[in-house]
């Protein structure tokens, strides 16, 4: 009998592992059947590339056997297997890379030394979250000797010499009192599904379950022994596209996301180079129910060489990407990358920076008739990487579309630009918008009266939640500059002599109305912006709140009100009459109606609506 000591590090490596890297415990098959995989893969090369192992009749297969009565659960495969130099090497040392160097770059800063882990191959011992014992019977491929490795995962391991017919591994798994629910056959095949389904080796399952044998009065349970394939054994998406059926592409769709409706679009990559790795990407026709909660489930699952490592990280792709599902699977990752190293890992941001590329671009080639159905589930998004991603800003501000004064439905920024280029002795590179939170009170704002009457179209940006944030943000595209028709000022339609005359000629008018408004109105004056309306409200964009609003409904607490300006139309014959009243009293009541309209127009409401409404009476009732 062989005893050997395990390296004094054992038993730290062991803690960090199932407390940092490990998140539940049946991740340990997951790591059985990927280390069976690689045994067949490297088995597999052999007989590809080895005269001496050109077997004719080899079936690479896994095989996961439940023994209720032992209390057994226990995954073998026909690969390459191990020598006992193979099994110390492997095994009892957890990492051949150096676990003493890892030890010593421990910091005790849980971020940091789950960083490190990832680089290390600890997959194996996993299986003592489960087991109170296991034993590795193993046998090298042109080897006469086999081999059997015992261990409770404590101080020390065994490793002697057995009898074993065929090459490949046998790990025996005696299961711990806690974890007896592995020995049910529907759990196991819930466990494969998840995490292994792709495996390019057929993995069977041996139970056995109790039966309702014979018929009629005969008719009795017994015990029957059952075998069945619980994976597909067929990776789709590392699959030449050439090969692939648009009907195969929306069935794995359809599998994996539950969805019944075809997706948008799909898109299919494979990157070979200095990074491999392959991608299949899916836009949803219709966009997932919990896309705005801060809860939401990630779409993308992520695997390393067919293993499927996550579909919990929101990151893979940035987060207004959130509604796309898909795969991305690396050769170069780490099977037991940690979260923390997915976060960080330099590898991964590349994938995830080309990847971004392709979806957009995928986006961009839909026909009329799906992208419309993309800019109705998926604009706010949109308009959220725009604010996010400024590595891409330039092919989202492409892609985002907006309502218009000027066209029926939806522009594209470009169309906006083409047609505001072609009116007559246009030179002001500039794009018009106003932001509210309905699209009636918007395209009805007395604002809009003047860059109509000019023929100057605005867009109408009805999502102010987030429109608020990002279209100041943008700053400019292609060179033209973003302008907010409700600032203090309109350029575009505004003469600044005339208005400076104006406001000269109005100054005492104006003063007045500020006299008798009070704090409800930061500044009363005069316009040239309105043609039919005799006044609005603009909210002074100059004021320092109005750059800390948007940082205030993130926190989720109240936004400050902006000191509103109440603007006058001196042309208008009603704003004429009134400059010319004596009386006190009904110029105050004007005066508050004036504002309280203004305000209407523009979708607030009056600060008391009772007074407002006695006052519009009282009006009434001396003009009538």
Not at 135 to 147: L, Q, R, Y
Not at 174 to 200: C, G, M, N, Q, T
Not at 396 to 417: A, F, H, N, P, Q
Not at 606 to 611: I, V
Request: proline share 3%; with cysteine; net charge negative.
């Amino acid at each position: 009998m062989a005893k050997h000591q395990f390296q004094t590090e054992i038993g730290q490596l062991l803690h960090l592992m199932t407390h940092s890297l490990y998140s539940n415990r049946e991740i340990f098959l997951r790591e059985l059947i990927s280390n069976a995989n690689d045994a067949l893969d490297k088995f597999n090369y052999l007989r590809l590339t080895d005269e001496k192992f050109k077997e004719a009749d080899w079936s690479p297969k896994i095989n996961i056997k439940i023994d209720k009565e032992d209390g057994s659960l226990a995954v073998a495969d026909n690969g390459i297997g191990m020598n006992e130099e193979d099994l110390i090497e492997n095994l009892g040392t957890i990492a051949k890379s150096g676990t003493r160097a890892f030890i010593e770059q421990m910091t005790g800063d849980a971020k940091k030394d789950s960083n490190l882990i990832g680089q290390f191959g600890v997959g194996f011992y996993s299986v003592f979250m489960v087991a109170e014992k296991v034993d590795v019977i193993t046998k090298k491929a042109g080897e006469d000797t086999a081999w059997k490795f015992t261990s409770d995962g404590t101080g020390e391991f065994e490793i002697n010499p057995v009898i074993k017919d065929e090459h490949g591994t046998v790990v025996y798994i005696k299961l711990k009192e806690d974890a007896k629910e592995f020995l049910d056959h529907w759990r196991i095949k819930e466990i494969v599904k998840k995490y292994s389904d792709h495996i390019p080796y057929p993995i069977f399952m041996h139970y056995e379950t109790e039966e309702m044998q014979g018929e009629g009065e005969e008719a009795k349970m017994e015990t029957v022994k059952k075998s069945e394939q619980v994976n597909e054994a067929r990776a789709l998406w590392t699959l030449p596209k050439s090969e692939l059926k648009d009907e195969e592409y929306v069935e794995f769709y359809s599998t994996l996301w539950h969805d019944s409706e075809e997706p948008l679009t799909w898109v299919h990559n494979k990157a070979e180079g200095t990074l491999e790795y392959t991608t299949l990407f899916y836009i949803p026709r219709t966009a997932p129910a919990d896309i705005f909660r801060a809860d939401f489930q990630p779409g993308v699952k992520l695997y390393v060489k067919r293993v499927f490592i996550t579909d919990d990280e929101k990151e893979l792709l940035p987060l207004y990407l959130r509604f796309v599902r898909g795969i991305i699977d690396s050769e170069d990752l780490p099977l037991n990358v940690s979260r923390e190293m997915l976060q960080e890992n330099r590898i991964l941001a590349n994938i995830k920076q080309a990847s971004v590329k392709k979806v957009l671009a995928a986006v961009k080639k839909l026909d009329d008739e799906k992208f419309d159905r993309f800019i109705d589930q998926y604009v706010k998004l949109i308009k959220e990487g725009i604010y996010t991603d400024h590595l891409n800003k330039e092919t989202l501000l492409e892609i985002v579309r907006y309502k218009s004064s000027k066209v029926e439905g939806l522009t594209s920024l470009d169309d906006y630009m083409k047609r505001a280029g072609e009116r007559e002795g246009e030179t002001k590179k500039e794009i018009y918008y106003l932001i509210g939170d309905d699209e009636k009170i918007l395209r009805n704002s007395p604002l809009l009266e003047a860059y109509k009457k000019a023929d100057i179209e605005v867009l109408i940006m009805d999502d102010k939640e987030i429109d608020e944030i990002v279209t100041p943000a943008i700053g400019e595209y292609k060179e033209w500059k973003f302008v907010d028709i409700s600032g203090v000022e309109a350029p575009a339609v505004e003469d600044r002599e005339e208005l400076e005359k104006l406001s000269e000629e109005w100054k005492s008018f104006t003063e007045k109305l500020k006299e008798i408004l009070g704090d409800a109105i930061k500044e009363v004056r005069v316009t040239t912006r309105l043609t039919e309306s005799p006044s609005c409200v603009v909210p002074d964009s100059s004021d320092p709140m109005a750059s800390m609003r948007h940082i205030f409904r993130q926190m989720g607490q109240e936004e400050p009100e902006l000191p509103l300006i109440l603007e006058i139309n001196p042309e208008h014959a009603m704003i004429q009459r009134l400059a010319e009243v004596k009386d006190e009293a009904l110029l105050e009541e004007s005066a508050w109606v004036l504002l309280d309209s203004a305000k209407l127009a523009e979708g607030l409401e009056p600060a008391d609506k009772g007074a407002f409404a006695k006052r519009v009476a009282d009006l009434l009732n001396r003009a009538i």
